[in-house]
């Protein structure tokens, strides 16, 4: 009996169209992680678990797809331990950036600082499947490592700002800072509630100013804590006085007359990152969002997150500045920043605003009609001259009814048909057809220039 | 305790420089495949081990890897019973052939027939890892289905002759065919013995005709049967003369006297093939090797084989048509023809050769050193517009002493180096050196035109 063939569920075959629009967002960014100096590496699929358990807490650990030993797994294990420690020692990537940790540390002696790395790779989840959440999908990360130079982060928003200026898609780049947030909390004087007082600040659009303060005085917050928190959230301003008004704060010009060093730490890389950014030129707005909240744990730095300005979903990008990725791997004190570019998402904004470019419905561009052997023949020099141009050229491999043949060109989208016969031999000629207006010419055999001008217009 | 980082054992990390390298050839096998008009697809990493279990052999069938089921995969096993099989359901893709077929039956609605589809992902075995031989690998595979056509056979061919033309790697490329060996099998009167006759024939190089008969009778075969053998290994002339004098065999000429259909109609087919490569023109040498002993399992018509001619390696591509790879799967009689590129093999002849182009072993064109804030301030509006142009351009993003960005770029192979300070700023200028030549020229900051051109010479 024949099997009903299926893929294991949230993984996903890619056909020729999704290939080509996937390929021209991979593309994309790839060309603009290139311009910006960073190379491009790869890591293998499975890494050893010791590798990755314990980098994405508990709940990454049991999301962790686990291969099993080659030859008889299970042959020394003892069946009164639990066993799929004893029988799996790989598992499959989870993530780019902390094989990228493990690369850089083991490569160390051969890679040149600031080591600039573009990786594009797919990673396993074994989340439960949904809808935009696949057990298998691409990350596209660029990270700097070596370096704590605000350049740095100013080039990850130009990047951003240039891909996303090539796709077609206008973006809202935000930034925060883990260091202010840190001397919020400082000022507040509850230097440990910093995840809860950057929640409370986000929470602001959603519940307004009066909830954010009742939920504050439940987790414990002073009155004089919350009056702090309150003059943050009045911040108003463009970027530079945003900034002026928190160097107040910082400064002991709160309620509470704190002076926090790291908050203002934090302010000075934000004035030179915005310093840089104004100096540099960017097309899509920049702006300050204190409710940014990614990656609280690893980042000390810069935060960024982008969004779709015209398409409503959640992030399409985001990174920040991490100080210590190496460390667990014996590489300490190696300042990096990177970003990471959601690919599925990407591609359902692109989808969703009909920005995917017209020319990647067809790889295509033009059928020879197969008429039989001898014009075959007659035709094959005239197809390797235009693939030599770099045209994409099929001949339809049967002879059979050109309705069949038509069928196939209309539905790979071919937008050219050459059919050329008996008549067209006799005089040397190619005849070309332009489906989609019924335009048609006839070449000399040779005029390879005069088809490709034709079938480029 | 920091941990030692390592990769398991068989895989790999490519830098920026392999990974230049592989982008290479795998860009140069892609654009060829897509002049063509084979298009793209990929498959998940995983497939059901439905899917893949007895498609490879029982070898095969040992050296999947499997992945553990996620959540508690030993739950509900039944420990009495081998558990591999029970707390498994998924297994990394060995090939890229299976998961094609998988794909074309589920998805044979919505694909446009013949499919030309072409495939660049790694595979997994669990092989004993040794030199050139990898537990991770990609495969570069190009497959048409749904046609019986030689026009497909003459494209692969075409597609392998373009491919290392790009490349600058000399080729042979050898045909045989399936049922040529058959017809062979079948005029000795030992139409069971396809593969002894076969493996005979290879040997005949290594070990002369007089070892070839006295194995022939070890197996055997009569001494009518080999005399039939002597006359196919004494075949002589150029592939038209091969192909008669072969003809005449099949067509009961032989010392058996025994007419096989099989064997002439691959004749036809081979005689087919070579007409359209003749009307085509290739550049490498095309030959037929009736030596060739390739799939003989699974291929049923042609079988492709390609060597490079001045490096000492195996085969470096290699394929053959099949007529019933969808059959496993519910889909009988597609009939396909496929050809694989062994990249790491590729990758290895090119080293050899020292055929990989210069411009690979740099990725950035110019750096910028860091002279302070300022000057970077007045650089990065000349970054971006040359980045906007696709110069890749790096600003050094510490400022740190010039040794070390001296060094910087020299590690990294950037071939231009600009030391933009405050003469240069007052005059409105930015100055590039040419590291190689020392030869260094001043610009107007805005006349990004001039650089380019001083750069790309």
Redesign the interface.
Known sequence: M???????KG??????QE??ER?YIFDTIR?VF????Y??????????L??LLGKYGDEGD??L????N??D??AEAD?SR???SQ????G?RYDLTVPFA??V???QN???F?F??FQIQ?V?R?DRPQKGRYR?FYQCDAD?IG???Q??E??LV?IVD?VFGLLGVNVLIKINNRKVLTGFAEICGFPDKVIDITVAIDKLDKIGLEAVEAEMEQKGLTKEAIEVIESILKLSGDTSEKIASMRDLMNGGSASGIVSETGLKGLDELE?LF??IE???VKNPVEIDLSLARGLNYYTGAIFEVKALDFEIGSICGGGRYDNLT?????PDMSGVGISFGADRIYDVLKGLDKFPDGLKS??KI?FA?MG?EE??YL??V??AL?NE??????Y???TKLKKQF??AD??NIPFLSITGGDEIAAGTVQIKNLATGDQQTFPKGDIEGIISFISR
């Open positions: 024949a099997q009903k063939p299926s893929i294991p993984t996903r075959d890619f056909g020729q290939m080509a390929n060309s290139r311009t910006f100096g190379s491009q590496i790869e890591t293998p699929a499975m890494e050893n010791s590798t049991k999301l797809f686990r291969i099993l080659s030859g797994a299970f069946f639990p066993l799929a029988v799996c020692e790989k499959l493990r690369f540390v083991q490569h051969d890679i040149s600031p600039k790395r797919p396993w074994a298998e700097v370096s704590k130079s350049i740095n100013l080039e130009q240039k030179e310093g840089f100096a540099a030129g460390g667990i791997f014996g590489l790889s295509t059928l197969n052997t075959i023949e094959l020099p197809a390797s693939r770099g045209v994409s050229v099929e001949i491999p049967d002879n069928d196939y539905r790979k």
